[in-house]
């Protein structure tokens, strides 16, 4: 079964819960008084998808700020300015528990997701709500291989190599 990186980089304000949701799929644990990260942590987790595994290798880093949606739009500017043209951007609105304290409307959210193509889900990293999905979502947006003769385990031919050349330099 092939296996294929993926990697994963968690954008967002501070206590938003980037760390609480890495750590919800990684370790299927929840920590309330889990510490704010400095710099970046690097976890890794590896997940079946259809005949492929996908190895998330993930970057979560420091949140600065504190308005949250607003610097959600400033990373997605950002991400399509420099990053990849195959990126896939999931948006996660995490502490659907805190149910009507929350700060961003769902539907502005959703809309906001939608006019970017990216994936919305409301999250609980608190009690396991959509986080295995989030990732999943994110997994099956991934093309799969083309099945190269690379991929396929067929055999291939070694060939001798030519002897270097008795060139010298200078
Ligand atoms: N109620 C609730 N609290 C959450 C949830 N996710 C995280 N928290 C809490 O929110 C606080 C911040 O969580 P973190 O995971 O450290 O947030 P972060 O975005 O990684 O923060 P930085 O490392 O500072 O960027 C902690 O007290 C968490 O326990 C959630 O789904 N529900």
Known sequence: MAIRELKVCLLGDTGVGKSSIVC???QDHFDHNISPTIGASFLTKTVPC???LHKFLIWDTAGQERDSFQTLK????????HGPEDIVVAIA????DLGDIREVPTKEAKDFAESI???FMETSARNAVNIEELFQKISR???PLE????DSHES???TRQPPPSSRRCC
């Open 24 to 26: 919800r799929f990684v």
């Open 50 to 52: 259809g005949n492929e």
């Open 74 to 81: 400033k990373w997605v500017k950002e991400l399509k300015e």
């Open 93 to 96: 609105g995490n502490k659907t």
């Open 117 to 119: 193509a990216a994936i």
């Open 141 to 143: 947006q991934i093309p």
């Open 147 to 150: 099945n190269t003769d690379a």
């Open 156 to 158: 291939f031919k070694l």
